[in-house]
């Protein structure tokens, strides 16, 4: 288990994470979008859920962790959810065509930390080389308020639970 150097009541480190937003020519399959940046200074004054997955289209990630938030949507909105991100150290072309594969749409954004950057400096990267996988991001999610962490569950091992949607529901 990953041992996050963030905790509740600390501020996030700035970061940046490229992503496709969700057009509606990303409907044709054929087009593939231009990547762009999402800072973390523009969730200043915004409730945000992050939950992070080792890898877009793998197994636990694409059958257990991203479903629940996408059926949850809703009730992540009644509770004041301002944004709704799923982070991976995918490239930003696999991330899109995830969220496209999900029909998210721009319910959930799709966010490319690349090379685990953003993850590793809160303790969250994962090394997966010896797998042929390379520096991916460990599966976690946070709940944050203002720039500030106000839940983090970091998973103790394979599958989701306090990383869940559920889970991080009741946190709110």
């Known amino acids: 288990m990953a041992t996050p150097k963030i905790q509740v009541g600390d501020t996030i ?3 940046s994470f490229t992503y496709i937003p969700w057009t509606p020519e990303l409907e044709n399959h054929s087009v593939c979008g231009a990547p ?4 973390t200074d ?13 890898g877009a289209f793998t197994p636990t990630c694409h059958v257990n962790h991203l479903p629940p938030y996408i059926e ?9 959810v301002d944004v709704i991100a799923v982070l991976a ?6 991330m899109s065509g995830w969220g496209r594969f999900e029909n998210l749409q721009d319910k959930i954004l ?12 809160l303790g969250l990267g994962l090394d997966l080389q010896g797998r042929g996988l390379g520096m991916r991001t460990n599966r976690f999610a946070m709940i944050i308020d203002d720039l500030v962490v106000k839940y983090i ?7 989701v639970s306090v990383s869940g949607a559920e889970v991080v529901l009741a946190k709110l």
Do not use: I, R
């Open 13 to 15: 480190p700035q970061g």
């Open 36 to 39: 762009t940046s999402l800072s």
């Open 42 to 54: 523009e969730w200043k004054g915004k409730k945000v859920v992050l939950f992070s997955v080792p």
């Open 72 to 80: 949850n949507y809703d009730k992540f909105k009644a509770k004041g």
């Open 89 to 94: 150290a995918n490239d930003p072309f696999v």
């Open 110 to 121: 799709t966010l490319s930390d690349t090379y685990a950057q953003w993850s590793s400096q």
């Open 153 to 159: 569950g970091v998973e103790p091992g394979p599958g």
